[in-house]
């Protein structure tokens, strides 16, 4: 799908990979709707020209208005992507339950939910995208973001299950799985730290606008899942293939062996 004078709206627009997707749409002639929680931080993201609503998209009134307010100023919406997401560095043994249940609301149904609010309006017009920005915790579990790791394992199994429900739509779904990505994402945690060693990896992460054109890449190729870097598919098929190894080397870098 070209991504040039299609309407995107974008969670979690007002910084990192967000805000760097902003900037990249915006180049190729997109328009673009953002919604995340500070409207300072989307207007920066988007500039003079994008529609920015501000508040907790955990929360229906936000969702609803986001796609209502889209939907009134540019009449369609060809991309959604659910972008927006957060982490606890905590063993899930000890997790407090309001926690997981939050990490739940924005990881997950946030996602569900604005699906289901922007579908009815992409099966009309027979066309649209639904992008799910999961992670490469998606694949591999992280023990230092276990149920990070299990919320993106199930935005990982609503989009391909969506896939199938939207074929004869004529919507597509994409899942996008990054590796380290350099954003606030350890500063902006619920809880904890990450281990030294995930900190020391950081100089092998990629850019937010490596990762943001690594996603308008597989828009515009109609791809089912972007990893990115493409590394990430080595350790994947590490983990499949040879599962024992992959886990306890994962679980030195986490302390816990």
């Not at 929680?37 to 207007?43: A, W």
């Not at 919406?77 to 939050?102: C, F, H, K, T």
């Amino acid at each position: 799908m070209r991504t040039e004078g299609k309407v995107i709206l974008i969670t979690g627009g007002s910084e990192g990979v967000g805000a760097a997707c902003a900037a990249e749409f915006a180049r190729y002639g997109a328009h673009l709707s953002l919604v995340a929680r500070s409207e300072e931080g989307l207007r920066r993201a988007g500039g003079p020209d994008a529609l920015v609503t501000a508040g907790d998209l955990t929360l229906e009134q936000t969702r609803r208005r986001a796609v209502a307010r889209t939907l009134e100023h540019y009449g369609r919406i060809d991309i959604l992507i659910n972008n927006a997401g957060v982490g606890v560095y905590q063993p899930s043994w000890e997790m407090p339950l309001d926690e997981a249940r939050y990490l739940l609301e924005l990881n997950l149904i946030a996602p569900l939910a604005l699906t289901q609010l922007v579908v009815p309006h992409m099966r009309e017009r027979r066309s649209g995208m639904i992008v799910n920005v999961g992670s490469i915790g998606g694949k591999v579990v992280l023990p230092w973001l276990t149920f990070y790791s299990v919320t993106k394992f199930a935005l990982g199994a609503l989009t391909e299950g969506q896939r199938m429900e939207l074929r004869r739509d004529g919507i597509q779904t994409m899942l996008v799985c990054p590796g380290y990505v350099k954003t606030n994402f350890q500063k902006n945690v619920r809880a904890g730290q990450a281990p030294d060693k995930v900190v020391q990896s950081r100089v092998y992460a990629i850019s937010p606008e490596e990762c943001a054109a690594a996603i308008r890449r597989g828009i515009e190729r109609d791809a089912r899942t972007v990893v990115t870097p493409r590394a990430g598919w080595l350790f994947i098929l590490a983990m499949r293939l040879f599962p024992s190894f992959v886990e306890t080397r994962m679980a030195r870098v986490n302390g816990t062996a």
